[in-house]
């Protein structure tokens, strides 16, 4: 039987999505850069993390991990076969909370909310329970 390891997201700037998906998530953030992976990227022309091609965001506790990797096409970046279904006890604060980190609401549902991360990518919001 197969397990969830990793969800990967197609991004026009990897490094600010990472955030995004790090600060929305609770318990997640960008995986740390050690001097072993600061090492291969300058081998591949890479000088800053800011400019890294597929940044790790990581989960505290063991949860599935999400990548997010540069693709050429922005076109491409914001059409994901795949979007992330999110709970919370207050959909009404984290929707707001959402917002101030850079999403953006598409629609409002009896009992979800469509939102789209600051690339486009569209994601759920439900009430937990």
Same mark, same amino acid.
Do not use: I, N
């Given at each position: 039987?197969?397990?969830?390891?990793d969800v990967?997201v197609?991004?026009?700037?990897?490094?600010?999505? =990472?955030?995004?998906? =790090?600060?929305a998530? @609770?318990?997640?953030a960008?995986?740390p850069? @050690?001097?072993?992976e600061l090492a291969? $990227?300058?081998?591949?022309g890479?000088?800053?993390t800011?400019?890294?091609?597929?940044?790790l965001?990581?989960?505290?506790?063991?949860g599935?991990?999400?990548w997010c990797?540069r693709?050429?096409? #922005?076109?491409?970046?914001a059409? #994901?076969g $795949?979007? $992330?279904?999110l709970v919370a006890?207050d959909?009404?604060d984290?929707?707001?909370r959402?917002?101030?980190?850079?999403?953006s609401?598409?629609?409002?549902? =009896? @009992?979800?909310?469509?939102?789209?991360? #600051?690339?486009?990518?569209?994601?759920?919001?439900?009430?937990?329970?």
């Amino acid at each position: 039987m197969a397990r969830l390891r990793d969800v990967v997201v197609d991004s026009v700037h990897p490094a600010r999505l =990472a955030r995004f998906w =790090a600060a929305a998530l @609770d318990g997640y953030a960008v995986a740390p850069y @050690d001097e072993a992976e600061l090492a291969r $990227l300058r081998s591949t022309g890479v000088t800053s993390t800011e400019d890294d091609p597929t940044v790790l965001v990581e989960s505290a506790d063991g949860g599935p991990r999400l990548w997010c990797q540069r693709v050429g096409d #922005p076109a491409a970046a914001a059409r #994901p076969g $795949l979007h $992330l279904d999110l709970v919370a006890a207050d959909t009404a604060d984290e929707a707001d909370r959402l917002v101030g980190l850079g999403a953006s609401v598409l629609a409002r549902h =009896a @009992d979800h909310l469509v939102l789209a991360d #600051p690339e486009g990518h569209p994601f759920c919001l439900y009430p937990a329970g």
